[in-house]
């Protein structure tokens, strides 16, 4: 599931309007990288969007 587990950000659904304004549905879905983060001294694999890790909220495990 594209969510990331540090803001909860997921998919946010919308339409796409054609030039005669007929509407279909689609979805945005947010940038998740899978990261090995330090959370409270121990390594782990957590999904982060791209605007968490730009944002230094996660510390990266080297």
Not at 41 to 59: A, D, E, Q, Y
């Amino acid at each position: 599931m594209a969510k990331c587990e540090i803001c909860s950000k997921d998919t946010v659904f919308g339409n796409n309007v054609s030039h005669s304004i007929r509407k279909t549905n689609r979805s945005w879905k947010p940038n998740i990288k899978k990261v090995r983060v330090i959370d409270k001294g121990t390594p782990k694999t957590i999904k982060v969007c791209s605007r968490c890790l730009r944002s230094n909220k996660v510390t990266r495990a080297v």
